[in-house]
T-cell receptor, first 111, second 114 residues
């Protein structure tokens, strides 16, 4: 079956630091890959997505590239802000049976 | 455009009680789904629907029922609540079952079973 593995954290960084959150997956076929973000007390919001190999998703300064050869979709941002503090979920979708999520990475940005 | 709405926001039940979590979307989405979120577990799929009148089980369906009589609504029923069902429940929808479509999430229902 499908599975997603991501670093769980918490990850604590200083403002303006470079961010990488690792995500690897196992799937049959050709899934789409997603990063969702959850702020405290809220639902999940789509951050970015990629639907085929070598696609790069980007949004709000965050980027991730769909690497089929390494089955990875690592999230990066060049300079984080305090407002980026949240829980980040890597997920894949292979078809009708919904999203398969990683366990989430709690990111804390200190001023 | 309200997106995906869920009610109630919070609920406390006693073991053995039943209840329905409501979910509605106003985006004319074909696909709807329910997830539960538990600490350290991420989100896990409970049930999903690819259209009105069609439902199917996800990863953790035991203890839950669903039905889809309209495109807009997808209620989740707990038949006899157990403490193991204490969780945060999220409803989500997408335009179709196609893998390229992102899912839009509601704000969640926090359920405690005593």
């Amino acid at each position: 079956g499908n599975s997603v593995t991501q670093m769980e954290g918490p990850v604590t960084l200083s403002e303006e630091a470079f961010l990488t959150i690792n995500c690897t997956y196992t799937a049959t076929g050709y899934p789409s890959l997603f990063w969702y973000v959850q702020y405290p007390g809220e639902g999940l919001q789509l951050l970015l997505k990629a639907t085929k190999a070598d696609d790069k998703g980007s949004n709000k300064g965050f980027e991730a590239t769909y690497r089929k050869e390494t089955t990875s979709f690592h999230l990066e941002k060049g300079s984080v802000q305090v407002s980026d503090s949240a829980v980040y979920f890597c997920a894949l979708r292979g078809g009708a049976d919904g999203l398969t999520f990683g366990k989430g990475t709690h990111l804390i940005i200190q001023p | 455009n309200a997106g995906v709405t869920q009610t109630p926001k919070f609920q406390v039940l006693k073991t053995g009680q039943s209840m329905t979590l409501q979910c509605a979307q106003d985006m004319n989405h074909e696909y709807m789904s329910w997830y539960r979120q538990d600490p350290g577990m991420g989100l896990r799929l409970i049930h999903y629907s690819v259209g009105a009148g069609i439902t199917d089980q996800g990863e953790v369906p035991n203890g839950y029922n669903v039905s889809r009589s309209t495109t807009e609504d997808f209620p989740l029923r707990l038949l006899s609540a157990a403490p193991s069902q204490t969780s945060v429940y999220f409803c989500a929808s997408s335009s179709s079952r196609d893998r390229v479509n992102e899912q839009f999430f509601g704000p969640g229902t926090r359920l405690t079973v005593l």
